[in-house]
């Protein structure tokens, strides 16, 4: 009867998933949108995107891709133009004719092979930082890069960006059907921070997952220490915003992992509405993205792991589910940057006003009233 109990339970959490997830869907944009647009605007900005993709070329020689899985790695490289009326968090998608003035469009692509790929990456400075973008569930190859540009644009760090597409179905129906695809794609994905990570003169090497593409970061970075690689492993930062992770699970990949310098950062989130269902699909288990900062066992494990669990929960959402704080987030870095707890393990909240991370105990002391 349990058992059976479990089963409704999780039936009902997935109706009512795929219920909310369709109250909130848009027209979604489609390839057409990677079409180069001959004329640019003044004061828009161009962002230079490579990519690293697990996607079946649409066709041969082409930067159109579907979500079937290659097997292997295809290549990319992507000029997109911001326009000069962008608000932070947000694509301004074409809903037409794409106009550089008020759109994002795109100004440039190539198709790379491995060889120019990795010359291009090494080009630059020596000691530029990377960031590598590797998207979550439900998404297209489209809607990942120009996140990954609107991440970039908003950050305005100078990193060199890139995404990292897994074949994600990108339907809403489509999460075992995903998860499947990431499984499929961890030896690429190790193999790019490898790559990245022994290129010569190469600067730090930021990774970035976000909700099932966490899952990925730590299952890549899982191969890589049980490959020997733990070189490579020391030699990236890594942040996972809502990971979509059973806690256990993550325990046992950290295992292999190991703790990291800096601090592995994992943005978290009370009310994640996603996090919370995919937890009770799971036959309530929590996921690793909805983790309460104020429990203190959360505390205790976050210090024992050497890992640094930030609530953003003080972050505007920019859809439904409180999901995707984290396209928000990218705008704050620079004065995050010189936040005292940026680099240290433990548990903090994030204080969006001065744009530093506290720990919990310090938000509820500047609540209280002040003694007389």
Not at 36 to 50: F, H, I, K, S
Request: with cysteine.
């Amino acid at each position: 009867m349990r058992n059976m109990d479990q089963l409704k339970r999780a039936g009902r959490a997935v109706v009512v998933l795929l219920l909310m997830m369709l109250a909130g869907c848009a027209t979604r944009p489609g390839p057409e949108v990677l079409n180069p647009t001959a004329a640019l605007v003044p004061g828009a900005r161009v962002v230079t995107a490579y990519v690293a993709t697990t996607r079946e070329r649409e066709i041969a020689g082409s930067n159109v891709y579907n979500n079937n899985r290659s097997g292997k790695s295809n290549y990319a490289a992507f000029k997109i133009s911001i326009p000069p009326g962008h608000k932070v968090g947000q694509i301004e998608w074409p809903s037409g004719t794409p106009d550089p003035a008020v759109d994002f469009v795109t100004a440039q692509q190539e198709v790379l092979d491995r060889k120019t790929f990795e010359q291009r990456l090494s080009s630059g400075r020596k000691d530029r930082r990377t960031a590598v973008f590797v998207h979550g569930f439900n998404t297209n190859f489209q809607e990942a890069l120009f996140r990954l540009a609107q991440m970039t644009a908003d950050s305005d760090l100078g990193a060199q960006p890139i995404l990292f597409a897994w074949p994600s179905e990108a339907t809403v129906t489509g999460y075992v059907a995903d998860k499947d695809a990431v499984t499929s794609s961890r030896d690429q994905l190790a193999e790019l921070l490898s790559m990245l990570a022994r290129k010569p003169g190469a600067g730090e090497v930021v990774v970035i997952g976000h909700s099932m593409g966490s899952w990925l970061v730590m299952e890549a970075l899982r191969q890589l220490g049980l490959s020997g690689q733990n070189a490579v492993v020391g030699r990236l930062s890594v942040v996972l915003a809502a990971p979509d992770i059973d806690v256990d699970v993550f325990r046992s990949q950290m295992k292999v992992v190991g703790p990291l310098s800096p601090p592995m950062t994992l943005l978290v989130s009370r009310d994640d509405k996603a996090l919370a269902l995919s937890g009770r699909i799971a036959g309530e288990r929590p996921r690793v993205g909805a983790l309460d900062v104020d429990d203190p066992r959360v505390q205790e494990a976050a210090l024992s792991a050497k890992v640094q669990i930030v609530d953003i929960s003080n972050v505007a959402a920019t859809d439904r589910f409180n999901h995707d704080r984290y396209t928000n987030l990218a705008a704050l870095y620079p004065r995050l940057a010189t936040s005292p707890g940026l680099h240290r393990s433990g548990v903090f909240v994030l204080d969006t006003v001065g744009a530093t991370l506290v720990r919990p105990f310090q938000l509820i002391g500047n609540a209280l009233p002040a003694e007389r």
